[in-house]
């Protein structure tokens, strides 16, 4: 049965259209269950009927035949309780009723079953036979199991009538939040790239004309990626800066240049050529059993594709024409498509897929403009040309929008600038509350290039320096050496001020391409102080480069990540103290730093008394914690929905964090993205929150907040938070609270 159903899956899903991929799997259903007849109705959620989608082995049934909900029957009372009917004999049952012909008659045993997805019944399944006897369980298994990925089908095709109805009148989509803010622009397709598995084979007799020709193509392509990333430089993060270095090497590469050049010698035309020498490098590195390896044979793909459209068309991104305002709207976008668009021109980015955590939402995050994920599958070809309008605040768009609804965004598109304005001002404003209280405000960072813009945006200091994305870039453990120049440079330039530097944190979505973990829970398995504390010596080589590096301006702070006993965190201190006393013994400059231990996990937050008595501060990991608290992977796209740190769980859980850090008598720093959320932030100030850490970008809003509310504010609203039982109703309330302060219409509901 298991086959069956991965065969019906998998033949309906590659059909050509989905009035086949219903047939399909209608028939396949009816033979493998050895039925008289199999039928699939589908809802029509707008006049209430139930119509035949496919149907096999009646011959009355036909495909577009109606049954109307005014006339209650089996399959009304299966759509309405969303439950399974199994019934010896159809025909005894009260409710039963033949509209659909004679043919229907010769059948007795009948099964249904719903076709649900989000709640919503979407359609309705069923079988029939001509004997009189109940169906067998395995049989109501096998109906009950395909219905799942079958109500998906329809789902995506109600969901592509969606963007036909869309593009003829319908013009509002729903999507997550990615990037904050609200655009208007024109959408912008990533340019298409030529398919390197449809390049012909051809031969040559001008071999020397073809090898120009690739030259030429090679040299436009690198061209190209070094002026993207020239533009992109202070703006992406280490790992995409390196990707752009490792492309242009390969380009350049001289056994490249060689292999291509034999292949042009023996006969072929440049692009098969081309494409011969590219695959073959894909192919070798997909081989490997390296995760990290294999992601990168994609990479040398798109590179391929990049220099292949160039050979066919001698077109680069740069030629053609683009809008003023370009939305990037895409399945999914990588860094090489935003950088084919000059920064001053791209207004917002839009994605089929992904989620807040996605790799471009963080860097649409990071430039300031406005993104909104995860619409779902839906055609997009058509839509090239036409005017959308972004709102990242309520993960939104519409797509030729009424003059109203254009008018009322460009009103808070202006509201927008002017606050911008106002935050601009607030730089060199303590974060200071109405009655006087003051906010140690912190800004984090993760790169040397973070440095220019966390020291002007109007923080306290660094209050978490990410080191992972150092040891990422490398090809192996970062030296001593090379660690200390990194972290002098980042405490000197914020001194006296404090800056917070994590021990590193890898495992889990942040893997070392030259030390590879294959885990099948990567975040439940072998990350941060787990990985450091089982090597020793890399992690007392890195304490050493910070004590070192904290010698004279000694405003370093050292945290650890990802504590989940309390003797882990007595050995990490234990090696800390060791580093120190190596330094001291050689007669390195060296100085003691304050320590903190970050909670991420709910042993950790639980134990918080008792790990906060061991340190001089606690660092709660509000994107972890949300992660392992509420058990949903902060990096999965499929259940971004339910990762929400407003969830009521989680603020219980923070609450007793703070109550445990409070007792020991240290001050608890939030941190993660949830403290560079305004609301938030508020709420955990009001649950006594001692500092709080926000990203650059959305520090001066964090800031805005705080000036606008006295502590008791806070403290009320957050006593009421408590107190509620949904993340919806948490919401409410801070966005009410905002909204009475006259943030209203920047916030949206998102917050
Ligand atoms: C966190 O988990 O909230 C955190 C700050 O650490 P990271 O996002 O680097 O895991
Ligand atoms: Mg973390």
New binding site residues.
């Given amino acids: 049965m298991i086959e069956a159903l991965r065969r019906i899956v998998q033949e309906a899903t590659a059909a050509t259209d989905f009035p086949s991929a219903l047939t399909i799997a209608a028939t396949q259903i009816r033979d493998t269950l050895e039925v008289t007849a199999c039928t699939i109705y589908l809802v029509d959620q707008k006049r209430r009927e139930l119509v035949c989608g496919a149907g096999i082995g009646l011959t009355l049934v036909a495909r577009g035949q109606v049954r109307r909900t005014d006339q209650p029957s089996l399959l009304e009372w299966i759509a309405e309780r969303q439950d399974v009917l199994n019934l010896a004999d159809a025909q005894q049952h009260p409710r039963y009723q033949n509209t659909l012909g004679t043919d229907e008659e010769i059948c007795h045993a009948f099964l249904g079953v719903p076709l649900v997805q989000d709640h919503q019944t979407l359609g309705i399944l069923v079988v029939r036979d001509t004997r009189i006897c109940e169906f067998q369980t395995m049989e109501v298994d096998f109906l009950v199991s395909i219905a799942v990925p079958l109500a998906h089908l329809i789902h995506q095709a109600t969901l592509d009538g969606v963007i036909h109805a869309l593009l003829s009148g319908v013009r509002s989509l729903s999507g997550l939040p990615g990037a904050q803010g609200v655009a208007i622009g024109t959408i912008t397709l990533p340019y298409r790239l030529a398919d390197l598995d449809r390049v012909p084979n051809r031969s040559t007799s001008d071999p020397a004309a073809e090898e120009v020709a690739l030259n030429t193509a090679i040299s436009a392509v690198d061209e190209e990626l070094r002026s993207a990333n020239e533009q992109l430089l202070s703006l992406l993060p280490p790992s995409e800066q390196a990707m752009f270095s490792a492309h242009r090497l390969l380009l350049n590469s001289d056994s490249l240049r060689a292999d291509i050049n034999t292949r042009i010698h023996n006969g072929l035309w440049a692009p098969a050529a081309w494409r011969d020498a590219i695959l073959a490098r894909a192919q070798a590195l997909q081989q490997t059993n390296n995760p990290y390896l294999n992601a990168r044979a994609e990479d040398i793909r798109d590179l391929g594709r990049r220099v292949l459209r160039h050979l066919y068309t001698g077109a680069t991104d740069s030629s053609r024409a683009l809008p003023e305002h370009c939305v990037l709207l895409a399945e999914e976008i990588s860094v090489a498509d935003f950088a084919t668009i000059p920064p001053d021109q791209l207004a917002a980015i839009v994605c089929l897929r992904g989620s807040a955590l996605s790799h471009i939402a963080i860097l649409a995050r990071a430039i300031g403009i406005p993104a909104v994920m995860n619409l779902g599958d839906r055609p997009i070809n058509g839509l090239a040309g036409h005017e959308i309008i972004v709102d990242g605040y309520q993960g939104r768009v519409f797509i030729d929008p009424d003059p109203a609804v254009r008018a009322e965004y460009q009103r808070l598109i202006a509201a927008e600038t002017e606050l911008a304005a106002g935050l601009d001002k607030l730089r060199d404003l303590p974060a200071e509350m109405l009655d006087g209280y003051r906010v140690p405000l912190y800004v984090?960072a993760g790169l040397l290039s973070d440095i220019p813009s966390a020291s002007n945006c109007g923080a306290d200091g660094v209050g978490?320096y990410?080191t992972e994305f150092a040891f990422m870039i490398r090809e192996s453990f970062p030296s001593e050496e090379e660690q200390y120049a990194i972290y002098q440079q980042v405490l000197k330039a914020f001194a006296p001020k404090p800056v917070t530097i994590r021990t590193l944190?890898i495992g889990?979505d942040k893997p070392l391409p030259y030390y590879p973990i294959d885990e099948n829970n990567p975040f439940l398995g072998w990350r941060g102080l787990r990985f450091t504390l089982d090597h020793p010596k890399i992690f007392l080589v890195q304490l050493r480069a910070m004590l070192r590096a904290n010698a004279d301006s000694k405003n370093l702070r050292v945290l650890f990540?990802m504590i989940t006993t309390v003797e882990e965190l007595d050995e990490a201190l234990r090696l800390l103290t060791q580093a120190y006393r190596e330094l001291e013994a050689e007669g390195t400059p060296a100085a003691r730093p304050q320590v903190g231990a970050?909670i991420?996990v709910p042993s950790a937050a639980w134990q918080a008394a008792q790990l906060a008595r061991r340190v001089d501060f606690l660092s709660v990991?509000?994107?972890?914690?949300t992660q392992y608290v509420l058990a949903v992977d902060r990096d999965n796209a499929q259940v971004a929905r339910l990762y929400d740190h407003l969830h009521p769980a989680l603020l219980k859980t923070i609450a007793h964090i703070l109550a445990g850090g409070h007792q020991a008598g240290r001050p608890v720093q939030l941190?993660?993205?949830m403290a560079s959320d305004p609301g938030a932030a508020l709420l955990l100030l009001g649950m006594g929150a001692d500092s709080l850490n926000a990203s650059p970008a959305s520090l001066p809003r964090v800031k805005w907040v705080i000036r606008r509310f006295a502590r008791a504010q806070a403290c009320a609203l957050a006593e009421e938070a408590l107190t509620l039982e949904t993340t919806d109703q948490i919401r409410r309330l801070l966005n009410g609270a905002l909204q009475q302060a006259g943030l209203g219409e920047i916030v949206h509901e998102s917050i």
């Fill in positions: 984090k978490l990410r944190d889990g990540p970050m991420e990991g509000t994107n972890d914690l941190s993660g993205e």
